[in-house]
Each structure stands twice: as structure tokens, then as C-alpha cells.
């Protein structure tokens, strides 16, 4: 559950003071079992070329003073404090935004510090052959001709980032990085999506479950899906106010990409839409649960009263023939005993005419 | 369910770069068997005349340069990516703007794109015969003196359309292309109002249903019908703010197009207002149910009640006169069978009157 | 259920032009068996004089041009499409304005269209010894000294309205249209507080049922209550805005009469609260209706339980003596009988005990 | 129940010109049965010296013309609408504010007249020895150096403020009107929080009833103090509003009144905070109950089901052995009475550890 | 519970002049048994220096008047009116903001006096070894270049943080006392996680107690604890606003350090996130209570409806053979005992099918 993760990593940090870097993620962490390397790329590009390489240091990344392509920095892994500190010095990053980088349980957020803007982005993978949903965090610092990404680990996005970048000249490369920051934020929303799509097809399976066979694992699913939505939808609403700032950062994000991130907007708000329809649609499959177990409980009284009410009154009957009163004159009766089935046959249909006209079978 | 489609969609698209067209409807796609001809039209009307042309190419379908009349062009079918990027070369439209367009899942939504705008609206169809509501997308473009509107198929509000505009000379002609979109926004919604008159018919019969004989059944169509208004509100509130941005665009919309949009937005808050009406009703109608199936299971109880009641005694004073103690002075009165049955009718009169008192039937 | 007039309407116009007039109220309405003769009265006042007239046609209602007094023209009836055309088109009525005083089943609202101003208003009235609810429309146009009023029908506040008029010169005549317009919808929102009377003594008429002895029918009326409720709630909003939007239209409405404006906006405030405290307590009888029937079932359930655990014990006891075993001791015993009567008796006291422990009865 | 009255009252009205002085409070008015004495009691002061004065008619309160002191005229009683008329015509009163005052049900509000502000606060008293809150209305009207006070009665918060003002000439004197207003509006916030611990008392109880035994009364107390709480929301609100107004009355109320103002802004929101929560806690009561009526019911069926499946199948072996078939080899065996008793308690304590694995007792 | 307290201490106040200071914590209240002697400690410090002194009285603590350095005054306990009447004197505080400081029970806020600022904040305590949350307030009154910070008693903070003021020359010296501020509030936000974690750690056991064995004490558990958050919930609200209103007092606090407060605000929002995302959760699991209830009743129904309806048909058949009708033919077969059981078993076996088909077991 990342929820209470997160809550657990901050409380871990209560006391030091502000602007104090702990890793919350990577090696030593219980949940990487073993370390994982930090790798940094760097890119360089612009409309005439593209240079990437992977360098071992944040100092070999550093481009020349009068370079004028735009750099591009992406590090997987943020548990190397030492490593965040050299790129907060040589970029002049302030101490609360590399804790907020390091620190990866965070709220999706902006901020401005003048010359460079500071995103958080919760990004959402799914475990093949799992129903778990495993929360990541994407830092992006965007300065004026560069753009420095740091991820708890490698991304799928990486890879077809890098090659529509290095193949796609006349579009990709023209923009600058904020273009690019746009790229890997719809990327990020784009995983969404997937997610939405997995959680939509379970809540679609709970479905037809509730409707032919509800049991309390249905129900014990249904509460546990709300939950992941609860959970989705935290990381939704910030991320939308993200996308809408971004837009009114007129000094670092060019009109042209402007436009693309009212499309992105857009996305955020269909995924925030597709969210809350998840919410309601899930608040009422309890209720049809709730109805459902008791239609059954209805079902099982109706059984039980329609035996129970037809044979009580029969053994009745029996009971009084097995009296041992010395004059009955009923015993002595040549057609006794088929008077006495004559009474119960009577009474019997008599009951289930009753239940049939209450419609109980 | 329109709902779960838009989402495959876009998760299709995943990882593909921002801008990229792809159809989500038309041929190749599962919905449609057969491939569909996309059907284009071209119509230039000004007071003094009108003037329609199916046309086979985007390219014919363009006026002089000179031309002073109203352009509309009416495009039917948005699978054929081809053309959508012809429109967009001739027009100067952006490649999100296309990609919008291609893109049937769409939420309603307006942009500005500096000399044009852009807008997308759901539509709602009624199957005959099934109480299915089926959505399609209607987009349209708005320039100075242009109108561009394309649809997923033909739409029942065209021929109309068309026909007032060649007849009313007087009115609709007068008026430029913002008129024109006025007028198949007004067509949107009447389509609201059909749907939503289906949708009150279904209510009012679950609601004679739900108070004469509920069944699970009924439940399940308040589900899914909960299920639908939660949709349809999902189109209606962007589009009650589509019309509300259209006044608010000064440039491109007349001032006197200005006063039918205000008569529009308050049949779309009107539209919203019966939405919400139907899910209060609808939730409600949960509640009824529930109670419903208590008050039955409760009818249930207190047959079983009565009669296990009644009759349980009974079968004991039974049993007492059908053991074989050896000195059992009743067994040997006279009367003693009389007396059994005296005791048997008291008791069971008592029990009835008890229970009558009880108001249990 | 006006709500779903409201929307059948509408449908019907569906696909004409927007601005026909369609009348949904009046002769040839099903609603209405005979034709309802159209009433125009014109009256001219101002401090000076006062002149009340019934006019046959509006034309004959229009004053000199230079005529100083205030004009009112009041319409009891609005299915007449002719007079309502021949009305815009002497006072310069946008088609729009009239479609709205036409179709009588209108959201209320206030438009201004420069000169002159729009209000639709929704009035309730309580048929005598029945409970039902019946909405009508009012609309007023206010002009710079001129208001015309379009009635469904003719109204409770028209002849008290007029003899004060008539008599009041001190006050009532001293001010222009704009305070006619207040008193009018003045007499419509004290209207709702009778309909709020009503609803009041309805809901605690049902309160006493819940408590005393709640039944099925209870809590449909509770439904059928909340139905009212909510169809109210949705006229008393958009009133209140009216009203608000009323004290800021500066123009045509003078510093005098906002003053008691402001007031009708308490007062209006005040009906809205007192809807939403009943939708409160209507939602809050639901629960004690679920909960009354539980508890109910639960004294079932004890009474059964209670005479099933005395007596299935007792009957196995005396089963026991009934059997037919050769060697069965205790039935040769002198006291056997009586020793079976102690038993019985000492097992039917213990679970009486038990259950007076257990406060089950 | 305070709220119905509100609504009877203003029903009352309807039909009367605005402006129609009509006595909601008073002689003649049922609650009261014996009519009260106006009480009129001017008091002048400022630094220097405190003179109070009850005086028989409004006339005999007015200051000379020239009077500097701060003057206060407090009225007990506001069902003698001459006595508010002559009021009205001292102080140049508008006609609407009489009526205000005269309707004791008005919601809280704060009105600007130009150079005077009207008030309307609702006041809660709580009855000695019962539960039952009772509500008052008090009106002011505060002017440049004058404060009229209006109450349906004497109020508890008069003679200790009376006190106050003639000691402490150092600083309630100092302050003008402004000020005693002010503390007029503090003392009945004052009131609320006695109510509020009066309810939270009554919450309490509940609480613990429910938890130890609850019943239907108990529940009916809960929806009763669930009414109270809506009802006091409604007077709150409002009442935050009317003390946030206040502070931006800049010309009649002073910056240093301004401060004690904010101060009293914070304890009307933190009362409504005690009110919200209060509301909260008390829907989750009725929630607790439900469950704890199931748990009820789940007992006893517990103890039925018990008792029922052990006894009746044991009373099925005893029916076999009395049953008369002439070729029974059991009957004629030697121990078949202690064979059928082995078979009678093997069952019996299969059972018993059966429902004890369940947990069932 | 501490939101009771809260409401009688201020009613307790009811009816003295406002600013009178009533202590509401302290010695001779019921909470602390023994009185608890008030510490004073005064800090002076820049970047060149740091001294710090416990003092015997406000006046000691005082520093010259041209004094440049930063003055940190904190006062360990507020209940000696006569410090903190001393204080506000030396200082010039106005008598509200010391009696806010004196009644602990407030709402956090933010008021400005011009030249200085106020703040009440609420810090929240964990008692070891149990689940009780024990609340305190903070007040913190920050001027040009001193701080005075005012706790109900020693606060876990203090110590960490005047040795890192010792320590840290570079950073926390070279900071004004809004950065001290700042650190503060830091520290209480950070008190606010621990409680957070401690919550979602019981909310977890009460996860799995619910899905494994819930009784009426696991609801009784998710009651108190829904208290609980909805009080927190109560004091994180006004917290993230005072936050809020703190970045925008640009007289008071320094640029520098409006960087530290929109980090503190994030995690204040973070705070508030996971308190809502509780509340969701809570709310959530009394349903799964209920139907957890309602599954086991179904359980129960099921056991009895299985035995009661194989075993009430075969009793009946076992009564008909104890009948002593004269006349009745099987008695006298030769296999009738066999005959019966074969009827038995079939019924029996039928029965069983029957249910296990219905799937009850």
C-alpha cells in the first residue's frame, strides 16, 4: 500500500532539520532487496543534432559555458544523496527542492524559483500477473535550456523518448526542453490510462460477480479496489493543478508548447472524470452487495418457512393420532387413517395455494 | 458502455508521440463490420443564395479565395486519417486539433486557436427497440466566415438543417457561420431531451415496479441506469461550459448569435438540473428497494411466527398424551380426549388473539 | 409530476427552429379540456391618477406615445401565439424572449436584453383537499415605465395587487414599474411559504406515523415526499439568483426599490433553508424507517425464539416417553408421570429466567 | 419545534403589502398567555459619566439635539408595533427594518442603511429541567452615537452588561456604540457555546446508552437532537456572516472595535466547527444503532438456530422409536434404551462442539 | 476526549467582558494534579553569536534597547495570568491576543496587529502505551526581530531545536526570528505524521480484525477512531490556511523564507490529504461491517433452514407411524421398518442435493 509507505517516511524524517536529505528510496531500503547504480544520461540537441551519452559523474554531464543545444540530464535512482547534492550545486537547486526529489512519497506539485521551475509526478506501473498498482516518483527541474529528470528507477518511457528524439528532426528537436518536459509528462498521464483500463476491466469482472454470485470476497475485492481509487485519485487532482500552472508559466514555457499542455490538461481532466465515475460506480456495487445478501437471506427465510409451516401443522395432526387417550373414536374409524391423510393432503395444498399466490416459489 | 471504449482507446495510443493520428472509429474498427465511405459536403450560402455539392476530395471542396459567402463543410466519417490531414493543411489546423477530431472519446470541450475555434460535443442516439443510448462525437471548427463539422456517421439533424438553411432566406442565411454552429450545438441538446425522456419513461416504470413487486431484477436496472445518468452527466456539465466559453468568444462570435447562446446555455443548466433530479430519484429508489426486501423478509418471519407458534405448543400437549407411562390418569377419563381438545383451542385461540393484537396479520 | 411535463415538452420542439413559438400550455393542451379565453387587462397609474381597463387586443392596450404614467399589461393566458407575437412585436420582444414566455415549463431566470428586462418565474399552488403540488409560470418584461406579466392562468395576488394599487397613492403609486415588478414576485415567494406550510405539516403528520406505527405506505409517502422536495428545491435556486440579479440590474431598477429587494432576497434565502432542512429530515425519516422495521423484525424473531426454545426441548422430552422400547424403566415408576411434569416445568422455568436475563421480554 | 413557527408566521403574511407591520411575537400571540409590558430603558454615557433612565414612551428617550454622549435605548418587547412606529419616525427608520424586528423569525442578517446598520441575531436559551432550546430574536440598530436594542423579552446578558458600562469607565466607556454593540453580539455567542455543551452533554449520554442498551427511544432521542443540530446550523451560519459583514463596516464601526470583532469572528466558527461535528457524530450514531439492532437479531437467531438444530433432529430419533411398525428389532433389544440415549447425547455434543468451533456461544 | 473540554472552557467564560483572562489550563484545573511552575528561557543569537539563559521573570528576559540581535523568548506554561499580563505589557500585545493565548482551546489562526503577528497552532501528543491523542496548543508571537513562543508545557521540540540554533551558524543563525517561526510550525507539522502513522497502524489491525472475526467491539474501535480523525481533521484545516496566510505577510516574514513556508504548506496539504483519505477509509468499513453481520446472520439462517427442513419432513413421517389408527397397513408389512427408512434416507439425501445445489453448504 503506498499510502501508509509514505506516511512512514516522512514520520522518519520528524525532528531533523528542514532541507535535510534522506533517501527514502533505493539501496539500503527494505524494499530493494539489493542496491540498485544510479545511471545519468546526458543529451545534448537541438534541430541540427543529438548527442547522448552515459556518463559516471554529474560533473562529466555538465556542458560546455557557451553551449547553446539544450541539455537534457535524466538520473534513475534518487537514493544517492551525494549525487543530488553535486546537482544541486551545479545548478543552484535549493536544499527543499533536492529533499523533495529524494524524499519520493511526495504530493504531485509546481514550483517556480524564478529562473527554474521545480515538478513532482507520481507516475503508476502494473505488476505483470498481479492486480498491484506500483507508485513511482519523476522529478523534473526545467531551467531556460535545460532540463534535469531524476526517477526512483528506469522507465518504460525512456527508451521511445530518446529515439522519436534522435529520429524526429523536424518536430521534436525543434522545441526546447519544456517541449520535452511536456513529452514526459504525457507519458506519464498516458500510464494512467493503462491503469484506469486494468482497474475498469476488475471493476467490470466484480460486476458480473456481484450480479450471478456475491460473496464476501467480492465485497472484501470491491473495498480493496475503492481503496486503490482513493489512493489514484489523491495523485489525479494535484497532478491536473500541475499540468494547469504549468500553463501560466509564460517565462520558461513558450506558447508554442502552450498548446499541448491545454491537450494534456485535458487528458487530466478525462482521467480525473474516468476516476470519480470509478468512485460512484464502486460506491454502488456495495449497495447491490448489501441487497444481494439480503435477497438471499429472503430466499433461505422463505424455504424455512415454507417447510416449516406446511410439516408443523402435519406432525400436529400425527401427534394426536399417537395419543394414547383410551376413547378416540377416530382410531376405531374403518377409514381412519385415509381420513387422516384426506386432512393432510387437504392441508398441504391448502399451504402451498397460500405460498404460490404470495409468489414465494 | 461508451465509457469503457474511451478508455481503451487512449490507452491504445500510450507511447505513441502527442499529435499522432489515430482513428478510433470507422473501418478496420471492430464497431463497424463494413468499412463506411466518408461523405463530404460543401455549402456556400450567403442572403442571396445557397449553393450544396457532395464532394469527392477535401481539395474540391475549397471557395476562391475571393469568395464573400459562408463555407460549410460537412464531413461524415473521421476514420480516414487522409483526409483529416488534408482538412488540416488547407485549413491551418493544428495537429491536436485533428488528432481531436480522430479521436471519438473525447470530452466536450472548446479551445481557441487564435483565428478559429475548436469545439467537441457528444451526442446521444436512441436505439429503436433497446434501451440502449449510444454516443457519438461531433466536432466543429469555427472560423471567420467557415464553418467545418465532422461527424462519426450521418446525423439525423442534417437534412433538417440543410433545408431551413435553403429556405429561410429571411433568417438562418442572414447570419454567419457562428449561426450555423449555433444551430447544430441547439440540435446537440434537443438530442439531450430525447434521451432524457426515455430515461424518465424507465424511471417512472421502475418506480411503479419497485412499489408494486421489486425483484432483483429491478434493482439491477436501477444499476444500470444509475450507471447511464452518470455517463450522460459526465457530457452534459463540459458542455453547459462549451456554451457558456462560446459567449464569452467575442472575436468570432456575433453579438447577436450572443442572445441565442444565452437561450442555449439555460436549456443546457435545464438539461444538467433533470441529470441531477434523475440521480437523487435513482438513489433514492435504492433505499425503497432495501426496504423493500426488509418489509417482505419481515412478512416472511411473521408467517413462520404465527404458525410455528401455534402449532409447536400444540405438537407438544400431542406428545404428552402419546407417552406410555403406565399411570397416567388422563389417558382414562372419560372425557379425557374432549378435554385435550378444549385445551388444544384455547391455546391456539389465545395465540391467535395475541397476534391479532400484535397487528401481525 | 410537473418535471416530467417539463421535459416532454421540450422534447417535442425538438428540430424546429429555434425561436418558433410552440405553446405547451392552454386550448388544445390536453391538460386544459376547454379553451381558456386570453385576459388582457391595461392599467395606466401614477401618483396622480389611476386607470384600469380590459382591452380585447393588445393594441388597444398601447398608450399614447407621450404618455408620462406607468403602463402595465397583464396577460392571463399564454397559449395564444398570435397575441404573444403581436405583443413582441409592439414593445420590440426578441422571438427568443416570447419562445420563453410560450413554453410555460421554463427554468426561472432574469436576461436582460438592454432596454428592457426578462424574468421567468415558476409560482405553486395547493389544491384544495388534495396534496398535489401545481406549478404555473409567470413572466415579466419590465421596461423603462411599462411591465407587461404573462400569466398561465389568472392569479390569487392579481386582485389584491391592483386595489392596492388603486388605493395606495401615497406609496405604492409613487414608485415606477420596477417596484410593481418586486411586489409581484413578492406575492410569488410568499406563495412558496404556504407550499412550505403545507410540506411542514406533511412531513410532521408522517413523523408521528414513523414513531407510532410506520407501515409501507409511510414510506412511500416519504419517497413521494422527497420527490416534492427535490422539484422544489430546483425552482427556489435559480429564484434566489433572479432576485440577486435583480438588485445589481442598476439601469431599469431604481435605488428605492433595492431596497426591498434585498429583503425579498431573505426571504427567499430563507424558503431555500427551509428546503434543505427538509430534505435533511426527509433523508433522516428513511433511516428511521430501515431501523423501525428491523426493530420490528427483531421482536418477530424473539417471539419465535422465545416459544421454539421452550417448547422443542419440551416436545423432545415427551417424544421420548412416547417411544416403544420393552425396557424403558421410568415408565413403570409410580411417580413417572409426575417426575416428567418436573422436568418439564423446571426446563420451561430456566428458559423463561434465561430469556427475563436476556430482557427479551 | 422554533422552525415550523418561522414558516406559520411568514405564511400569516402573505397577502399584505411589504412593508405591513404585523406582530409575530407578544400579547394576543398564543406562546404567550399573558400579555408583557414594553420595557423601555435609555442609557447615556461616555468617559466622563453613565446615566440610565427607564423611561414610559420613546419620546421621553431622545437626547437633546445636541447631546454628545453615547446613547443606547434598549427595547424589551417588540409587539407593540406603535411603539416600533414611533421608533421608526425618531430615528428615520426604513419601514422594511420595522417589519424585521416586528418578525421575530428572521434569519440572521446584517443590512446597511447608510448612515445605520440593522442586525437581526437569533438567541438560544436552554429551559431549566428539560431539553427543549428555545430561540429569541434580537434586533439592532446601530447609528453614528446611538445603539437601538430590540428583544422578544428581557434578556439574561442586560443587567451584567448595564453593570459593566457604569464601572468601567476606563474602558468599555471609551468605545463608542460600535463597541457596546459588540458586546451585545458576544454575549450571544456566549449563549451558543451554553448550548452546545448542553447538547454535547446529551450526545454523551446517548453515546453511552448505545453502546450499553440500546432502544427504539434511544434512537428517537438521537434523531431529535439530530433536528436541534440542523436547526442551530441554520441560525450559525448566517451569524458568521453577519460578525465577518461587521468587520467591513468600516464608517460606523471603529478600527479598534475592529480587532474585538475578528476575535468574535473566530468563536462563531469555532462554535459552527463544534456544530458541524456535532452533526457528524450524531449521524454516525444512527449507524451504530443499525448494527447494533443487527447484532440483536443476530443473537437471538444464534440462540434459535442452536436450540432448533439440536433438539430437532433428537426429536426425529425419539419419533422413530414410538412408531407402532410390528417388526422394530431395536424395541425388543436389551439395551436399546441405553443404545437410543448413546445416539441422543453423541449427537448432542457433536452439535455443541460443532457451534462452539463457530464461535456461536 | 478533548473537543468537550474545549466547549466547556469557554462557556465557563460566558458573560465576563470580553478580554478578561481566565486561565484554561494549569495548576488548580482538574487536569493537572499538581501545579506546574511556568519556565521562561531567553535566546538572543545572530550569525556571531548564540546565548542562552533561563530567567526568573518576563522583565529579566527583556534585552537592550538597541539590541540587534534576534530575541527568542519561550515561556513553558500559560497559566500564570500575571506573565503573561507582564509580557503584554512589555511588548504592547493587545488583551485579546493574550487571552487567546491563555484559553487553550482555540482554533488555529493568524491574526496581524500591525506589527506583529500572531499565531495559535494545535500540536498533538502520542501517550506511550496507549491509544489516547493528547492535544496542546502552541501560541507563537512573532515582531520585527524577537519571537515569544507559548506552550501549555515542555514541548519535545525545544531541546533539538535551540542545539541546532547553537550549532548551525551557516543556515539557522543567519535566518530572522520568521525563520525560527518557520522551524517551529515545521515541528508541529511534523508531530502531526507521527500521529498519522500511529492512526493508520490501528486502522490497518482494524482492517484485518474486520475481514477475520468482527465483533461489536472492532465497530465500536472504528467509531472512536472516526471521532478521532474528525477532530484532527478539525485542527489540520485552519492549520494549512494560517500556513497559507503566513507566505503572503510580506512585512513580517522574509522572501527567503517564503521558500520554507510553500514547502511546510505542501506538507500540511499532504497531512490533510491522508486525513480525508481516513476518514474515506473508515466511513468505508463500517459497510464491511455490515455486511459482514449480515453474511454471518445469512450463516446462521442457512444452518437452521438445512437442519430444520430435512429433519421437520421425517419427523412428521416418524409421527405417522406412531399413530394407532387400527387400520394401518404398513404397520403390518413385513419390511415396513426397512419401507421407512428407505423413505428417510430419499427424503433426506433429496434435501441435501437440493441445498448443496442452492450451494448453503
Given at each position: 500500500?503506498?499510502?501508509?509507505?509514505r506516511?512512514r517516511?516522512?514520520?522518519?524524517?520528524a525532528?531533523?532539520?528542514?532541507g535535510?536529505?534522506v533517501?527514502?528510496?533505493?539501496?539500503?531500503h527494505?524494499?530493494?532487496?539489493?542496491p540498485?547504480?544510479?545511471?545519468?544520461?546526458?543529451?545534448?540537441?537541438?534541430?541540427?543534432?543529438?548527442?547522448e551519452?552515459?556518463?559516471a559523474?554529474?560533473?562529466?554531464?555538465?556542458?560546455a559555458?557557451?553551449e547553446?543545444r539544450?541539455?537534457?540530464?535524466?538520473?534513475d535512482?534518487?537514493h544517492?544523496?551525494?549525487?543530488?547534492?553535486?546537482?544541486?550545486?551545479?545548478?543552484?537547486l535549493h536544499?527543499?527542492?533536492?529533499?523533495?526529489i529524494?524524499?519520493t512519497?511526495?504530493?504531485?506539485?509546481?514550483?517556480?524559483?524564478?529562473?527554474?521551475?521545480?515538478m513532482?509526478?507520481?507516475?503508476?506501473?502494473l505488476?505483470e500477473?498481479?492486480?498491484?498498482?506500483?507508485?513511482?516518483?519523476?522529478?523534473?527541474v526545467?531551467?531556460?535550456?535545460?532540463?534535469?529528470?531524476?526517477n526512483?528507477?528506469p522507465q518504460?518511457?525512456?527508451?521511445?523518448l530518446?529515439?522519436?528524439?534522435?529520429?524526429?528532426?523536424?518536430h521534436?528537436?525543434?522545441?526546447?526542453?519544456?517541449?520535452?518536459?511536456?513529452?514526459?509528462i504525457d507519458?506519464?498521464v498516458?500510464g494512467?490510462?493503462l491503469?484506469l483500463?486494468?482497474?475498469?476491466?476488475r471493476?467490470?469482472?466484480l460486476e458480473?460477480?456481484?450480479?450471478?454470485?456475491?460473496?464476501?470476497?467480492?465485497?472484501h475485492?470491491?473495498y480493496?479496489?475503492?481503496?486503490?481509487?482513493?489512493?489514484?485519485?489523491?495523485?489525479v487532482w494535484p497532478?491536473r493543478?500541475?499540468?494547469?500552472?504549468?500553463?501560466?508559466?509564460?517565462?520558461?514555457?513558450?506558447?508554442s508548447?502552450?498548446?499541448?499542455?491545454r491537450?494534456?490538461?485535458?487528458?487530466?481532466?478525462?482521467?480525473?472524470?474516468t476516476?470519480?465515475?470509478?468512485?460512484?460506480?464502486?460506491?454502488?456495487?456495495?449497495?447491490?452487495?448489501?441487497?444481494?445478501?439480503?435477497n438471499?437471506?429472503?430466499?433461505v427465510m422463505?424455504?424455512?418457512t415454507?417447510?416449516?409451516?406446511?410439516?408443523?401443522?402435519?406432525?400436529?395432526v400425527?401427534?394426536?393420532?399417537?395419543?394414547?387417550?383410551?376413547?378416540?373414536?377416530e382410531l376405531?374409524w374403518?377409514?381412519?387413517?385415509l381420513?387422516?391423510?384426506?386432512?393432510?393432503?387437504?392441508?398441504?395444498?391448502?399451504?402451498?395455494?397460500y405460498?404460490?399466490?404470495k409468489?414465494?416459489?
Amino acid at each position: 500500500m503506498v499510502h501508509k509507505k509514505r506516511k512512514r517516511r516522512i514520520a522518519q524524517k520528524a525532528g531533523l532539520p528542514p532541507g535535510t536529505l534522506v533517501a527514502t528510496a533505493g539501496p539500503g531500503h527494505p524494499e530493494h532487496a539489493a542496491p540498485l547504480a544510479v545511471a545519468i544520461t546526458r543529451i545534448l540537441y537541438d534541430a541540427a543534432g543529438y548527442d547522448e551519452r552515459g556518463v559516471a559523474s554529474i560533473e562529466e554531464a555538465l556542458p560546455a559555458p557557451d553551449e547553446k543545444r539544450t541539455l537534457w540530464i535524466n538520473v534513475d535512482g534518487v537514493h544517492d544523496i551525494a549525487i543530488l547534492e553535486r546537482v544541486g550545486k551545479q545548478f543552484g537547486l535549493h536544499p527543499l527542492l533536492l529533499e523533495d526529489i529524494a524524499h519520493t512519497e511526495q504530493r504531485p506539485k509546481l514550483e517556480s524559483y524564478g529562473d527554474h521551475l521545480f515538478m513532482d509526478l507520481n507516475v503508476f506501473h502494473l505488476h505483470e500477473g498481479s492486480d498491484e498498482i506500483h507508485g513511482e516518483q519523476i522529478s523534473l527541474v526545467l531551467g531556460a535550456n535545460w532540463l534535469l529528470s531524476f526517477n526512483e528507477g528506469p522507465q518504460p518511457w525512456e527508451r521511445p523518448l530518446r529515439e522519436r528524439l534522435k529520429a524526429d528532426k523536424a518536430h521534436c528537436r525543434q522545441h526546447g526542453p519544456d517541449y520535452l518536459a511536456y513529452t514526459i509528462i504525457d507519458a506519464v498521464v498516458d500510464g494512467y490510462y493503462l491503469v484506469l483500463e486494468r482497474l475498469g476491466d476488475r471493476i467490470e469482472d466484480l460486476e458480473e460477480e456481484l450480479m450471478a454470485s456475491p460473496t464476501p470476497q467480492t465485497l472484501h475485492a470491491v473495498y480493496l479496489l475503492k481503496r486503490e481509487v482513493i489512493h489514484l485519485r489523491k495523485s489525479v487532482w494535484p497532478l491536473r493543478e500541475l499540468i494547469g500552472g504549468l500553463q501560466r508559466e509564460r517565462d520558461l514555457v513558450r506558447e508554442s508548447t502552450g498548446i499541448y499542455l491545454r491537450d494534456l490538461y485535458d487528458h487530466a481532466v478525462q482521467v480525473l472524470d474516468t476516476v470519480e465515475t470509478y468512485r460512484d460506480i464502486l460506491a454502488g456495487m456495495l449497495d447491490i452487495y448489501l441487497s444481494s445478501v439480503s435477497n438471499k437471506m429472503n430466499e433461505v427465510m422463505k424455504v424455512l418457512t415454507v417447510i416449516a409451516t406446511i410439516f408443523i401443522p402435519l406432525t400436529f395432526v400425527a401427534g394426536i393420532y399417537g395419543m394414547n387417550f383410551e376413547f378416540m373414536p377416530e382410531l376405531k374409524w374403518r377409514y381412519g387413517y385415509l381420513f387422516f391423510w384426506g386432512i393432510i393432503v387437504a392441508v398441504g395444498l391448502g399451504m402451498l395455494a397460500y405460498f404460490r399466490r404470495k409468489k414465494w416459489f
